[in-house]
């Protein structure tokens, strides 16, 4: 299997504060890549521009940030051809890697856009490298740009930054010097394409944490009411659901809380988001992991304030109908 460390370059319409629903927010105007055999090592590149069709002028931050011009994009192939070279020099058996998750979703977006087969039909398991490097480096709450990353790694600046190839060789860099048993259980999925039936549903534990992402559904309470989502199982005793010791509780309406305790494997915090994808489908990601007992009465703390604050000012009422989902439980 070989690794694809890719980036892509995009332009937006000029005016970017509108609220015009448009179909195609961001235009890819270049792909740049690098492919690495199983060691990490750096086999072949891909660096091609994009001429746009959507947007004709670009946005001052892309031409400032790029330093590239329109009379530059000209020169570039239309995306179509761009991307059908990019797939066939990825080849098979490939796994796909990015500094942030956006970018297989803008690369899937455009490719839909233009009129290409897609992808895949479901989600893509893929290294965002930008996620890795905190957690390897015990700052998940904090965001790194590119470079601050290269400059912690001490990793000689050779190219300049802020284009597709030179993003991507960067990435690459610095996937290279990761722990291998940190990025080894930090597979995330790219979701632009939902599971199509509950049986593809997608369930991976790596390491101390599980993630399940569910099928789309029409109505959000079919996910608030539906106990097959709102179980927290042991993923060590084959997901078997175990007895709430925290019911799900939430901060906002998008957000969840809620622990078990496994008799065997010990305490379980769990974490529950409830999304809508652009083609309007309802979707919950439910994130477990195993957990001191602190943690634990932290959530608990926590639930407990929460329903102080609500007694006091009824109208921040949660809203959805999980607690009720939950509580009507015999
Ligand atoms: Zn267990």
């Not at 009379?71 to 890697?97: A, H, I, Q, Y």
């Not at 042991?234 to 906002?252: D, E, H, Q, V």
């Not at 703390?301 to 959805?320: H, L, V």
Request: one cysteine or more; a positive charge.
């Amino acid at each position: 299997m070989n690794y694809i460390v890719f980036d892509l370059e995009w332009n937006q319409p000029a005016d970017i504060k509108s609220t015009e629903k448009r179909k195609l927010q961001f235009e890819i105007i270049e792909i740049g890549a690098v492919k690495l055999d199983e060691n990490k090592n750096i086999i072949s590149s891909f660096n091609e521009l994009v001429c746009p069709k959507v947007y004709k002028t670009l946005n001052w931050h892309t031409q400032k940030m790029l330093k590239i011009k329109m009379s530059d994009l000209k020169e570039g192939s239309p995306f179509t051809d761009v991307c059908r070279r990019f797939l066939n020099w990825c080849g098979e058996d490939v796994m796909f890697c990015s500094w942030g998750p956006q970018d297989l979703t803008e690369l899937q977006r455009n490719m839909d856009y233009f009129g290409m087969k897609p992808l895949s039909d479901g989600p893509i398991p893929f290294y965002d490298i930008q996620h890795i490097f905190a957690k390897a480096k015990r700052e998940e709450d904090t965001t790194r740009n590119l470079e601050a990353a290269v400059d912690m790694m001490e990793i000689d600046k050779d190219i300049a930054f802020h284009r597709a190839y030179s993003d991507a060789y960067y990435t690459a860099k610095i996937f290279k010097e990761l722990p291998s048993q940190v990025t080894k259980n930090s597979v995330t999925y790219d979701i632009y394409h939902l599971p199509k039936t509950s049986k593809d549903e997608i369930r991976h534990t790596q390491g101390r944490e599980s993630y399940y992402l569910s099928t789309g559904y029409d109505q959000r309470e079919d996910i608030t009411g539906n106990r097959k989502i709102l179980s927290i199982g042991c993923p060590r005793c084959n997901g078997r659901a175990l007895r709430p010791k925290i019911r799900w509780y939430s901060t906002n309406s998008k957000v969840y809380y809620g622990a078990a305790i496994c008799s065997v494997h010990g305490p379980i915090k769990a974490k529950l988001r409830i999304k809508k994808n652009e083609f309007g489908k309802y979707y919950a990601e439910k994130f477990l992991s195993y957990c001191p007992i602190s943690d634990v009465e932290e959530l608990k703390q926590k639930k407990r304030s929460i329903k102080a604050n609500r007694k006091q000012t009824p109208k921040d009422a949660i809203p959805g109908k999980m607690p009720e989902a939950q509580n009507s439980k015999k």
